[in-house]
């Protein structure tokens, strides 16, 4: 076992910046607005934000305590907090899930790249709706171009990490949150003030009720649990780097409001936008790719500079909030080859690389030349997001809540979420019940859905 000191992030601000930072990604920008389109608008956000407080904040509050309390790896917390038993597969399968997740996301990550490239030199120019679809086709089955790109997020992502926890993570999540936050405002007051836009904001602000049924429910569960990354080891990792005095409720609560506005703010952009031209809110994982740069061309398109611009600054967006994901994803997995294999940091960090290198090419390849290969009927692309997002992501968070509501010493987790007492919390009780009962319910139920069960 390495005896190195552990590092610890270095301010309130950058805890809560890197904290939020793991939790936003193309999530909050492509998942939340198509699905928000998808079951009916304003109906969905307020389900969503029900669902963040009843099962995102507590399961995330979990993980928090898991890692500040055991100061270690996600592998290594479940066994020093219950030495000799079967828990310590949980914080394996996470470090499993951070690995696989990393290799398949920078994947899409290197397409914003490429997006952001092909729109700063006027790629997309004068391009109609069927043009959009076809390059989109094109570009993710090209037999070399995707991978570059893939390679190159990896590359960036393994700079920050080798830097090291304060220097490296914290202090790019200093740059790249306010960032993100500036280029969304800036979008968005240009997508509200296009001719049009109202139906838009309409959309998104007036709820309908009458669409809010158990599939509605469901989607929101899910979306909620995603958009946070409880369950994949980034936050519990991220919390051993915690200092005593960090309050984790507080933290908790900051991370989930940052994270909702990020994805109600990318709302306030896409759908103005495409009222304001015409096209359905609700076309689906297409909307990143092939809706969007339309509606760029068609809103702007007589200004050709400015749809440019803008183009290129959402773009920025994506890239910059997937790179927040990739960060702690990555460090999930460094922390434990470094912890647990006694590695220099610089050494763990370039095997995680070299390994999604590997594999991000392979899914990369998936989508082109290499379809034809599959596993279970899907193309290995598409197989890591199944066993990640619809099996190992929901089975961590159901034993997340299980093993802190249940198993974990009420006296460990009274002292984790109180700082040993010198902060008062009321709803201590209430955290707890939903931990116990709540949580593992309603992840079941997400669980069952995803699969087709009910």
């Known amino acids: ?89 949980v914080g394996r399968m996470g470090v499993l899930a951070g690995f696989l997740i990393l290799s398949y996301y920078s994947v899409v990550a290197g397409w914003t790249l490429e997006y952001m490239v092909d729109s700063g030199i006027g790629t997309f120019a004068d391009k ?9 086709n094109s570009f ?7 991978v570059v790109w893939t390679i190159v ?18 202090r790019s999540s200093k740059v790249m949150m306010p960032a993100l936050f500036i280029l969304l405002l800036i979008l968005a007051v240009c997508a509200i003030l296009l001719p049009g836009a109202g139906s838009g904001i309409e959309f998104l602000l007036k709820p309908d009720f009458s669409k809010v049924d158990g599939s509605v429910l469901l989607a929101a569960m899910g979306q909620a649990f995603f958009s946070l990354s409880v369950g994949m080891g980034c936050l519990c990792t991220y919390a051993s780097y915690f200092k005593p005095d960090t309050n984790l409720p507080k933290t908790a609560f900051s991370v989930a409001v940052i994270d909702t506005l990020v ?94 290198i590997v594999l991000g090419t392979l899914c990369s390849l998936s989508l082109g030349i290499g379809s034809d290969y599959t596993l279970f009927g899907m193309t290995l692309f598409d197989f890591f997001d199944f066993i990640t997002a619809k099996l190992m992501m929901p089975l961590g968070g159901f034993f997340i809540s299980l093993f802190t509501g249940w198993f974990l010493d009420k006296k460990i987790v009274r002292e984790e979420l109180t700082n040993r007492g010198t902060l008062r919390l009321r709803i201590y009780g209430l955290i707890v019940f939903l931990l116990k009962f709540v949580a593992p319910i309603g992840i079941a139920f997400i669980f069952i859905n995803e699969l087709h069960l009910i």
């Open 153 to 170: 997020f990896l590359l960036l992502t393994h700079f920050i990490v080798v830097r090291g926890v304060e220097k490296g993570i914290e």
């Open 263 to 356: 994805a109600i703010l990318a709302g306030f952009i896409i759908f103005p936008a495409a009222f304001a031209v015409g096209i359905q809110p609700d076309s689906g994982p297409g909307l990143l790719f092939v809706t969007l740069p339309n509606v760029f061309q068609q809103a702007f398109g007589n200004v050709p500079f400015i749809a440019a611009l803008l183009a290129v600054m959402f773009y920025i967006l994506l890239a910059l909030a997937a790179l927040t994901s990739t960060i702690s994803l990555h460090e999930v997995v460094t922390a434990y080859l470094h912890e647990e294999f006694n590695m220099s940091r610089v050494k763990a960090a370039r095997l995680v690389t070299g390994g999604c």
């Open 1 to 89: 076992m390495t005896t190195n000191k552990r590092a610890n992030f270095g301010t309130k601000l950058g805890v809560i910046l890197a904290s939020a930072g793991s939790a936003v990604g193309l999530g909050n920008i492509w998942r939340f607005p198509y699905m928000t389109g998808e079951y009916g608008g304003a109906a969905f956000i307020l389900t969503y934000l029900g669902c963040v407080l009843l099962f995102g904040a507590p399961i995330m509050m979990a993980e928090f305590i898991i890692g500040r309390r055991s100061q270690s790896n996600t592998a290594r917390a479940y066994q020093k907090l219950a030495p000799g038993t079967q828990w310590r597969w």
């Open 140 to 146: 993710v089955s090209h037999p070399w171009l995707p």
């Open 128 to 136: 109609g709706p069927d043009d959009f679809v076809q390059f989109y």
